[in-house]
């Protein structure tokens, strides 16, 4: 069974920094996957943050986070993966749930219908 857990959340002041992380298991980490980073905002809809192919590439990245957000991924073992998300420069606007998410079928990571697998969530917020 898949499972997706996130960790890292927390209470920042703006210009801080926190370091997110998922791990990602219960499956066979090849070369067929790809994780991406999701945040949903009070009030507004999900939005994709960025997000990393099995082959290590990076993908698409927010304009909102670019030049603040970094993703990277290690595999320890072929059934766990954990992916980071280094927020710098952390703004109020960056406040929301973070969730990440694994295609199990698709390395392309650019296409949000591609992810089969979600994890629950954990909340970033920004003070002023």
């Known amino acids: 069974e898949v499972q997706i857990v996130e960790s890292g959340g927390g209470l920042v002041t703006a210009g801080g920094s926190l370091r997110l992380s998922c791990i990602a298991s219960?499956?066979?980490?090849?070369?067929?996957?790809?994780i991406g980073w999701f945040r949903r905002a009070p009030g507004k809809e999900r939005e994709g943050v960025t997000c990393i192919m099995s082959s290590g590439e990076r993908g698409y990245i927010a304009d909102s986070v670019k030049d603040r957000f970094t993703i990277s991924s290690e595999t320890a073992k072929s059934t766990v993966t954990t992916v980071y998300l280094q927020m710098d420069s952390l703004k109020p606007e960056d406040t929301a749930v973070y969730y990440c998410?694994?295609?199990?079928?698709?390395?392309?990571?650019?296409?949000?219908?591609?992810?089969?697998?979600w994890g629950r969530g954990t909340q970033v917020t920004v003070s002023s």
């Open positions: 998410s694994l295609s199990t079928y698709r390395s392309d990571c650019n296409y949000e219908e591609y992810y089969d697998h």
């Open positions: 219960g499956f066979t980490f090849d070369d067929n996957y790809a």
